[in-house]
């Protein structure tokens, strides 16, 4: 079986038969032999080129064509022309379930815009959730602005976790839904300190606990340091302080571990010459 750059240069080698050569009938042996060579997949390879007229060149010669995952690939690379035609001319033989969900995701706003008009399925609030997800903001506003499904606050939430500070900042500011407790855990996590910082001071306050275990758990030093340092009780800071250094010695994160034991021992310090002091 050809191997995949094979099945990709002899579709290639069809799209130029195709361009050059088919309107005018010639070359009708080199024509035979790439039709021996079309396999059942070339119709997404096809796709993904981007070419009606290859496309249409498959579809022709390949009764076996390939069409299941050809509205996927379509949507994934932002072809809307390719929607078009095959809405135009195959749209029964496709599979068009999720596929506003899938542009979404993808960040394809072009495709989302053509399918809000020509499509039947239409999509839920996982739509902007993903969109979110994705920090595509341009996809986020246009669902907003024309949609009525909105999202939920796994928008916000998804969006502090993966770092898109913008798309968390626009949900603030145009939408109700706010995000779960499990934002900042989730940008600290992942090591998103601007994140964490803008959900802090807006009132975003989560489970502190947990936002600290998980940044020493996962290697952040910046993140554990501004948490720490942002607590003002001595008490809580040495409590947080000694839990985050056990936390972080199950990583192996030498840096947090040393940093954090700086830390414990300032503590001790200080705790010693408060009891002196009485």
Sequence with gaps: MPSSLDDFTVLISARVVCRECLSLHELPHVVERIDGFLQVGSMVKACILGSVRLMSYVAARSA?????????????????????????????????????????????????????????????????????????????????????????????????????????????????????????????????????????????????RDTVETATRNGHLRITKWLLRSIDNEKEHESYTGFGLEVAKKGYYMGVIQWLETQVKADLATNKRQRLAY
């Design 64 to 208: 076996e064509a390939n069409w299941e995952n050809v509205v996927y690939h379509a949507v994934r690379n932002g072809h809307v022309h390719i929607l078009q035609w095959l809405s135009d001319f195959h749209a029964d033989r496709c599979y068009w379930c999720r596929a506003l969900h899938n542009a979404v995701v993808n960040g394809q706003l072009a495709v989302v815009k053509w399918l809000h008009i020509n499509g039947t399925e239409g999509c839920s609030t996982y739509a902007m959730d993903m969109a979110a997800e994705g920090g595509h903001l341009d996809v986020v506003k246009w669902l907003h602005e024309n949609r009525t499904e909105g999202c939920t606050t796994n928008a916000m939430t998804y969006a502090a976790s993966h770092g898109h500070l913008d798309v968390v900042q626009w949900l603030h500011e145009n939408r109700s839904e706010g995000c779960s407790e499990e934002a900042n855990r989730y940008a600290a996590g992942n090591g998103h300190l601007d994140v964490v910082q803008w959900l802090d001071a807006n009132g975003y306050k989560g489970n502190f």
